[in-house]
Each structure stands twice: as C-alpha cells, then as structure tokens.
C-alpha cells in the first residue's frame, strides 16, 4: 500500500519541508500582526480626530506604519511566496508530457486515485463513493476540519484584537475590507482541491493544517513571552 502511495507520501514530505525553509516570514508574520495591535489605540485615535476627512485618515495611517515599520500586509508574504510552489505543483501533474518524455507521475496514486485526476475524474470512474470518490471525500473532510478550526480561531483572534476592530470600523484603513472576509478563504481551498489535480489538492491539505498548527503554536508562544513592544517587532 505504501509503494503504490510512496509519490504521495513524498508530496506531503515536500510540502512540509517548504513549511520549514518558509518559518521565517511566518514568524515575521506573526511578530507584525502583533506590532499592529500595538497601533491599535492610535489607529482609534486618528480615526477619531480625521473623522470626517478619509483621505486624512488614509495618508496618516500609511504615515503611522511606515514611522513603526510595520506593513499591514506582512501577514500575505507567507501565503504569497507559496504561490510559485503551488503552480510548479499543478503544472507538473497536469502535463501529458515533461521534457518531452510522457509524464509517469501522472499514473501514481494516492490510495485508488491517481495523482494527476481531478475530482470530475472520480466522478466519472465510480462517482462520489466510488473508489476515487472515496478517497476525494477523505480529502474535502480533511480541509473542511481544517478550515473550520481555522475559521474559529481566526473570528475569536479578530474579536479579541484592537486592531481588527479599529481597522473594521474604519474605511481609511488599508486592507480594512479583508479583515470581515479573510476568516472565510480557508473554505475556498475545498473548491480549490475540487477543481486542480488531486497532488495540488494534497500539497493545499498539507500547507493548510500547517499554518493552522504553526501559527497558533507561534501566537501562544508570544503570549508566554514578556512584550517588547513595536519597536521589537522586527528586530
């Protein structure tokens, strides 16, 4: 059983060990998200007294980030340098063909479903419990428990942090509008693994429980530690 899923197997090897070079920036990430909260009550403040001027607000915000050098969208780096694994990944097990040679990655399997079908694929050979289908339901379950306990924990953070709440209320605020729907994207990547080969769909499950897991093993552990404060956000 293992040899016939030994490429699979090497998939979430793979994933884990992009995780690891990535850490990084997500614990920068991490750091940042703190140092925004820390802004909090100035972010309330310039609301407050540029209430009736957006513009103001806006330009003064952007000022107060740059001053703390702190990016509002440092929390995306993580997300966005995957990216490029990610289309590496979908590129090579939807060709027909790598340099020129046909492409046996496309013949092995996870369980009864080969790695380069998409979920239609199972469908067809089986439909939903078939034997492919069996092993695509195993795969949305996966993510759905994921993304739930993701989209808990992001809705109970966002209700506890100042900054969340000062960047929700206020529109000059930059990336204000993704904090209402940021918690909700983790539920995308189920269609996402419906619609890309079902390895792409692997490497989604993997790199999604790993940032679910690292990012709250990073938050408790800068609960335990004493506040440095903004200026050490970045050291």
């Known amino acids: 059983m293992f040899a016939v899923s030994a490429t699979a197997a090497a998939i979430v090897v793979f994933t884990m060990l992009v995780r690891?070079?990535?850490?990084?920036?997500?614990?920068?990430?991490?750091?940042?998200?703190?140092?925004r909260q820390a802004l909090a009550p100035q972010l309330a403040a310039l609301r407050k007294k540029h209430a009736k001027n957006p513009e103001r607000i806006q330009k003064e915000i952007l000022a107060l980030h740059a001053e703390a050098k702190v990016s509002p969208f440092s929390g995306m780096l993580p997300m966005l340098v995957q990216?490029?694994?990610?289309?590496?990944?979908?590129?090579?097990?939807?060709?027909?063909?790598?340099?020129g040679e046909i492409n046996g990655l496309l013949g092995h399997r996870l369980?009864?479903?080969?790695?380069?079908?998409?979920?239609?694929?199972?469908?067809?050979?089986?439909?939903?419990?078939?034997?492919?289908?069996?092993?695509?339901?195993g795969l949305f379950a996966l993510?759905?428990?994921?993304?739930?306990?993701?989209?808990?924990?992001a809705r109970r953070n966002a209700a506890s942090s100042e900054f969340a709440q000062t960047a929700?209320?206020?529109?000059?605020?930059?990336?204000a509008g993704l904090f209402k729907w940021l918690p909700l994207l983790s539920f995308g990547t189920i269609?996402?693994?419906?619609i890309v080969p079902l390895a792409a769909?692997?490497?989604?499950?993997?790199?999604?429980?790993?940032t679910v897991a690292e990012r709250a093993w990073l938050q408790r552990e800068r609960r335990e530690r004493p506040d440095k404060g903004v200026s050490g956000a970045f050291a």
């Open 20 to 35: 690891i070079a990535f850490h990084p920036l997500t614990r920068a990430a991490v750091r940042g998200e703190k140092a």
């Open 201 to 210: 769909g692997l490497y989604l499950v993997t790199t999604t429980a790993w």
């Open 111 to 137: 369980l009864a479903a080969p790695l380069g079908s998409r979920w239609s694929d199972a469908l067809g050979d089986g439909g939903v419990f078939g034997a492919q289908g069996l092993v695509y339901l």
């Open 191 to 194: 269609v996402t693994a419906a």
């Open 143 to 153: 993510i759905a428990g994921v993304a739930t306990w993701s989209f808990r924990r």
């Open 168 to 175: 929700s209320a206020s529109a000059g605020t930059p990336g």
């Open 83 to 99: 990216l490029p694994v990610f289309f590496v990944m979908y590129h090579v097990f939807s060709s027909a063909k790598v340099g």
